[in-house]
């Protein structure tokens, strides 16, 4: 779980200051691999679980810390970027993860967005 926090928290603060290709490039580098593997529900549970403690956790973060991790461990994924318009006809945009054709973060109402970007792992 702490390895979840830290990765929230770095994603937030680099997503102010670089690109998000850059950003995703270099999270997925800096996870390298474990030594200990986790489960892959286990890294979206401590992701989910420090999501919620960390304020103003977006979609965004929390799937990039997701996608690191996951990597980390050994997991390919799959970042999605979509976009739907809102009720009051206004783009809303929305970040998830899929990993082993599984929706892992951000789901399961992804459905409604129109993916823009599918981005794989950057093992």
């Known amino acids: 779980m702490l390895q979840a926090a830290f990765s929230i928290l770095a994603v937030r603060l680099a997503l102010r ?6 950003l995703q490039v270099l999270a997925c580098r800096w996870a390298g691999r474990a030594t ?3 489960i892959s529900d286990r890294i979206v549970w401590a992701v989910e679980a420090a999501a919620r403690n960390i304020p103003a956790s977006s979609c965004l973060s929390k799937a990039l810390a997701a996608q690191a991790l ?3 461990h050994g997991y390919a994924s799959q970042l999605m970027i979509g976009v739907a318009r809102s009720e009051a006809c206004r783009l809303e945009a929305h970040a ?7 929706i ?3 789901g399961p109402d ?3 967005y129109t993916s823009l970007l599918n981005l794989g792992s950057l093992s």
Do not use: N
């Open 110 to 112: 992804v459905g409604r």
């Open 36 to 38: 200990t593997p986790f």
């Open 70 to 72: 996951l990597t980390r």
């Open 96 to 102: 998830w993860i899929t990993c082993q054709e599984q």
């Open 17 to 22: 200051f670089l690109a998000f290709e850059r």
């Open 104 to 106: 892992m973060i951000g």
